[in-house]
Nanobody, 123 residues
Framework: VQLQASGGGLVQAGASLRLSCEGSGSSLSNFGMGWFRQAPGQERKFVSSIDWTGEFKFYADSVKGRFTISRDNAKNTVYLQMNDLKSEDTAVYHC?????????????????WGQGTQVTVSS
């Protein structure tokens, strides 16, 4: 499966962005999906994940209450709605395809990664 992330940009603190991750080559519908982010000089960190049904969602503590993950299996797309953005949210955001129907925060749970989309939040 190929993953194409989009929707990043340069925004001011407090603004919102919605990231999209569109899959191609195969269906995403039977797999958990995740979002990770990587800031310059830092390791890739978990942001959020969603199971194959869209019912079970997990979030890093740093984004709880501000970010919402969702999926539209008919469109083969996963979304990350990001509200009240902070400067510390600045990073390249990558979507990831899970190896199973329900995934959480470990990178080994994922087998394909998108190229990433840059989110820059100015304070």
């Amino acid at each position: 499966v190929q993953l194409q992330a989009s929707g990043g940009g340069l925004v001011q603190a407090g603004a919102s962005l919605r990231l999209s991750c569109e899959g191609s080559g195969s269906s995403l519908s039977n797999f958990g999906m995740g979002w990770f982010r990587q800031a310059p000089g830092q390791e890739r960190k978990f942001v959020s994940s969603i199971d194959w049904t869209g019912e079970f969602k997990f979030y890093a503590d740093s984004v709880k209450g501000r970010f919402t993950i969702s999926r539209d299996n008919a469109k083969n797309t996963v979304y990350l709605q990001m509200n009240d953005l902070k400067s510390e949210d600045t990073a390249v955001y990558h979507c990831a395809h899970g190896r199973s129907r329900r995934t959480r925060s470990r990178t080994y749970e994922y087998d394909s990664w998108g190229q990433g989309t840059q989110v820059t939040v100015s304070s």
